[in-house]
């Protein structure tokens, strides 16, 4: 059964950081692309980091809106995903969701249940 679980948000003051965590099990970790995604309150969700598989050598990438401020990095021994959230803002308030893609077949999205992050004084 695969789990995408998030853990890492809550309230921080602007200017402050976070750093969200998602462990996935159930999964051939190798042969996944990881992203995170977000949701603010009325708005669509949002694609804001993504990080690809092994086999395509971990590339990066990240929304404009957040480049020079995020960082997302996995460790494919513990089979987790990390999102470095600095100089926060608040308009990164949203909900954060994990995604795993995986890149073989068949092709597959699985989510986590998202983890709050609010950006608040």
């Known amino acids: 059964q695969v789990q995408l679980v998030e853990s890492g948000g809550g309230l921080v003051q602007p200017g402050g950081s976070l750093r969200l965590s998602c462990a996935a099990s159930?999964?051939?970790?190798?042969?996944?692309?990881m992203g995170w995604y977000r949701q603010p309150p009325g708005k669509e969700r949002e694609l804001v980091a993504s990080?690809?598989?092994?086999?395509?050598?971990?590339?990066?990438n990240y929304a404009d809106s957040v480049k020079g401020r995020f960082t997302i990095s996995r460790d494919n021994a513990e089979n987790t995903v990390y999102l470095r959230m600095n100089s926060l803002k608040p308009d990164d308030t949203a909900v954060y969701y994990c995604?795993?893609?995986?890149?073989?077949?068949?092709?597959?999205?699985?989510w986590g249940q998202g983890t709050q992050v609010t950006v608040s004084s």
């Open positions: 990080i690809s598989s092994i086999a395509k050598g971990d590339s990066t």
């Open positions: 995604n795993g893609h995986r890149i073989i077949s068949p092709k597959s999205d699985y």
């Open positions: 159930g999964i051939s970790f190798t042969f996944f692309d």
